[in-house]
Each structure stands twice: as structure tokens, then as C-alpha cells.
């Protein structure tokens, strides 16, 4: 048993045998923790790419005086918007998000579950409108083939793309975190320091 400090006031997170049984809430768990943490590992990819991109045009810029082309137009279409999207269903899974608490440690275990699923349900609602959104725009994008310049062409529509994947996992990500809280699984509240710690 450990102690979730990020979901509400000394919420005990539990791990019942009964909830993994099913094959099919378990193939759920797995691709839910499979995918976030691709589209995780994708994004620390990106970083990694994006300052060895930047170091190597600063070299070459001042060093040789022969930058590459378009680099400003490319971290900021496929790195950056890649780091930030990507990630989301992996922190929201892991519990990760900051999170600032002035009534929510002072209510009971189960209504603090409660009030977590209900803000899950309606977050989920609101990245749901804006996967919908973002796919309709992305692939008007991919229609048209949409480029940038700089200083010379660079075909950006791909990276629309990022958006609607990364928010729409999020957004199963959410709904499951809210059903297995609706049903008394507090499971998914445990941070991954928790369980080391209690280990």
C-alpha cells in the first residue's frame, strides 16, 4: 500500500487481483502503457535531435560559415511541436502533472476519487473536441500538402498530425483513469516514485 501525494489527501492506492483477471481490461492497461510510452520515447527523440540539429548549424554557421537551411522553421514545426504533444498521455498516466491542492486533501478517499474521475470525464471532453479538430485540420493540410519557407521549401503537413495523435491518446488515457475510478480501482492514481519507494 502506498500513498498517492499528487491525487488527493493520503489517498491509499491499492492493487486488487480482481482488476487485472479480465484479459480484456489487461490488453487495455498494456496498450494504453505501450502506446504512451512510445509516443513518449518519440518525444525525448525529438529533443535529443533537435539540440544535436542546433549545435551542429551553430558549428557550421560560425565555423565554416555554411549554416543549414531552414532550421528555425524546422524545430519549430517537427521538433517543438513533437515534445509537447507526444508526452501528454505518458504524464497523464504516470500521474505527473503538477497538480495544487486546497480542498481536495481535506475530503474523504472516495469522494476525492470521485471529484478526480468527474475533472478526468470533463478533460477528456474538452481533448476530445480538440483531437476532432486538430484531425479535421490536419488532414486538410495533407490535401494541400502544406510547406513553410525559409529559405527554401519544407513540407511541414505532417507534423499537424502530432496533435490529434498525441491528444487523442491522451484522451483514452483519461477515460480509463475515470471508469477504473468509478468502479473503486484507485490504482491508477499511484506515481511511479510511490511504487518505487514502496518497493
Known sequence: MTTDSLSG???AVVRPARYLTSSGLHFLKRFLEGSSNLLAIAAGC???VMMLHINLDVAMRYIFSAPF???IEIVSTYYIVAIVFLPL???????ANI????????????????????????TAVYFCAFTWQTGIDAWQKYEVGEIALGNSQITVWPTRFYLPIGCGLLVLVLLYK???LFAGDNSVLAHPDDEIMAD
Open 178 to 180: 475515470a471508469w477504473r
Open 69 to 71: 537551411a531552414n532550421t
Open 46 to 48: 525529438a529533443v535529443i
Open 9 to 11: 489527501a493520503n489517498i
Open 99 to 122: 497538480v495544487v491542492e486546497l480542498l481536495a486533501q481535506y475530503l474523504p478517499r472516495r469522494t476525492a476519487e470521485f471529484l478526480i474521475a468527474g475533472i478526468a470525464v470533463v
Open 89 to 95: 498521455a505518458m504524464v497523464e498516466r504516470c500521474n
